[in-house]
């Protein structure tokens, strides 16, 4: 499938009939500048585990196979990884929103980090065929004795909220994701 440009108003875009605008477009511009579609819910909690694993040093964020890392660029309301989503599917991905947790523009919940703490993300990711639903499913049943979901679920929409709140748009120039595990 080719790339189409489509113009939208932002508030559509986190709308639910912006998952449909999302599956059919890879970009959405909005007075000439990119824009970044609305995360998948479980980009935050992977930026969480992020934190608590300290994956973050200065602009960089490591992988959780700590094999290789992103670099995070941010400029007032603009914001730019080269981590697989914010660069194939221009979607804000968990480096940009561990950085953002990181220097307080988001909020950030230790209890949550501390719980997702240790997860290999990339393998259960790998494992569920990348199925972000399934993933997170496995994880939150996996580490249910330590999350209380409906918490959890509240502290995702309101990180999703402060995410659209901040109108960030895409830090150019883009650059390939790094290779490797």
Same mark, same amino acid.
């Given at each position: 499938?080719?790339?189409?440009?489509?113009?939208?108003?932002?508030?559509?875009?986190?709308?639910?009939?912006?998952?449909?605008?999302?599956?059919?477009?890879?970009?959405?511009?909005?007075?000439?500048?990119?824009? /970044? @579609?609305?995360?998948?819910?479980?980009?935050?909690?992977?930026?969480?585990? &992020?934190? !608590?694993?300290?994956? =973050? #040093?200065?602009?960089?964020?490591?992988?959780?196979?700590?094999?290789?890392?992103?670099?995070?660029?941010?400029?007032?309301?603009?914001?730019?990884?080269?981590?697989?989503?914010?660069?194939?599917?221009?979607?804000?991905?968990?480096?940009?929103?561990? /950085? @953002?947790?990181?220097?307080?523009?988001?909020?950030?919940?230790?209890?949550? &980090?501390? !719980?997702?703490?240790? =997860? #290999?993300?990339?393998?259960?990711?790998?494992?569920?065929?990348?199925?972000?639903?399934?993933?997170?499913?496995?994880?939150?049943?996996?580490?249910?004795?330590?999350?209380?979901?409906?918490?959890?679920?509240?502290?995702?929409?309101?990180?999703?909220?402060?995410?659209?709140?901040?109108?960030?748009?895409?830090?150019?120039?883009?650059?390939?994701?790094?290779?490797?595990?």
């Amino acid at each position: 499938m080719g790339c189409r440009i489509v113009q939208i108003e932002r508030s559509e875009i986190w709308t639910s009939a912006a998952k449909v605008v999302a599956n059919q477009y890879k970009y959405v511009i909005l007075s000439k500048h990119m824009i /970044y @579609l609305p995360p998948h819910r479980i980009k935050i909690l992977e930026a969480l585990g &992020a934190i !608590a694993d300290n994956r =973050i #040093k200065e602009n960089k964020v490591y992988s959780s196979s700590g094999n290789k890392f992103y670099e995070v660029n941010y400029k007032e309301n603009k914001i730019y990884s080269n981590d697989n989503s914010s660069y194939w599917q221009n979607k804000l991905g968990y480096p940009c929103i561990a /950085y @953002l947790m990181s220097i307080k523009k988001l909020s950030y919940n230790n209890e949550y &980090a501390n !719980a997702l703490k240790g =997860i #290999k993300w990339k393998d259960l990711n790998q494992l569920h065929k990348n199925d972000f639903d399934k993933t997170e499913n496995y994880i939150l049943n996996l580490r249910k004795d330590k999350i209380h979901v409906e918490k959890l679920n509240e502290y995702i929409n309101k990180v999703l909220e402060e995410i659209k709140d901040l109108n960030l748009e895409l830090l150019e120039p883009k650059t390939k994701p790094p290779e490797g595990y």
